[in-house]
C-alpha cells in the first residue's frame, strides 16, 4: 500500500506528476480514463488517489464515492473545474483537498504530505519485490537469482529497481533515459541504454535472448514481468 494512484487523462501532466512524486520516494500507478481507474480501485490498496474530475468514460466524482465506499484513502481533486460549486461538491462527497489546474509541483508535493499527515499515513517500510526467480531487496540494495546474489553496477541496479517497480507496466524509453540521467547524473544515450539492458539480462535471465524479467515491447519500451 505504498502507491499514489494518479487518474488524469492529459499525459504530459501525469507523466509530470508521476517524476515529482519519485523523486519524493512514492510509487505511482496511473490511470488514464475511468474505466481503468475503477478497476485499480476495486482490486488494489492505496496510500493516497489524486483524482481529475472529467474523465473519458465518466467522472472523477462516482470514483470517489467508490473509494469512500471501500474506506478512509485519502482523495485529493486535480482539475480545471475551479468554481465553486464543484469544489463544494468534491469536498462534500469526502475529498481531503482540492487544487485547480495549473498548479505548481511544490504545491501538490506539500499538500499530499499534509493530507497524509492528517491520516497519520507513512509509506510502509518497502518489502522485497520478487519477479519470478529474482529477488529485489530494496532495503539492501541487493538483488538474488536463485537466492543467489547478483553483482550489479550502481546503474544496473537503479534500472531494474525501475522496471520492478512498475512491474507490469510499459515504461517507455525516453522516460527510462530521463530518469537514469536525473539519478546517475550522467548523460545515457539510446545506444546506452540497449547496452545496459542487454547486460542487465546476461546476469538476470536464464536465456537473455528470450527473457522473461525485461521484457521489449516493440516500438514502446520495457516491462518487467507479466
Not at 59 to 70: A, N, T
Not at 110 to 138: C, F, H, M, T
Request: aromatic share 8%; net charge negative; proline share 4%.
Amino acid at each position: 500500500m505504498n502507491e499514489i494512484l494518479i487518474v488524469e487523462d492529459d499525459q504530459t501532466i501525469a507523466m509530470g506528476i508521476e517524476y515529482a512524486l519519485e523523486r519524493e520516494d512514492f510509487a505511482t500507478r496511473t490511470c488514464h480514463d475511468f474505466s481503468s481507474a475503477r478497476e485499480c480501485i476495486l482490486n488494489r490498496e492505496f496510500l493516497l488517489v489524486i483524482l481529475d474530475i472529467n474523465l473519458p468514460g465518466g467522472s472523477g466524482f462516482e470514483l470517489c464515492k467508490l473509494i469512500r465506499s471501500k474506506g478512509e484513502t485519502p482523495v485529493i481533486f486535480l482539475t480545471v473545474c475551479d468554481d465553486e460549486l464543484n469544489t463544494i461538491m468534491g469536498l462534500d462527497l469526502g475529498a481531503d483537498d482540492y487544487i485547480a489546474k495549473p498548479f505548481r509541483v511544490r504545491e501538490l508535493i506539500s499538500r499530499i504530505n499534509s493530507v497524509l499527515r492528517r491520516y497519520n499515513r507513512q509509506p510502509a517500510e518497502e518489502k522485497e519485490i520478487v519477479i519470478g526467480d529474482l529477488r529485489i531487496n530494496p532495503a539492501e540494495a541487493k538483488v538474488y537469482k536463485n537466492d543467489q546474489p547478483v553483482w550489479l553496477t550502481a546503474l544496473e541496479y537503479k534500472l531494474i529497481l525501475m522496471l520492478a517497480h512498475h512491474r507490469g507496466q510499459v515504461l517507455t524509453r525516453n522516460r527510462i533515459l530521463r530518469e537514469i540521467w536525473d539519478l546517475s547524473g550522467d548523460f545515457v544515450s539510446d545506444n546506452t541504454l540497449t547496452v545496459y539492458i542487454k547486460r542487465l539480462r546476461e546476469k538476470i535471465e536464464d536465456d537473455p535472448r528470450n527473457p522473461e524479467i525485461i521484457r521489449t515491447v516493440r516500438g514502446m519500451g520495457y516491462r518487467a514481468g507479466d
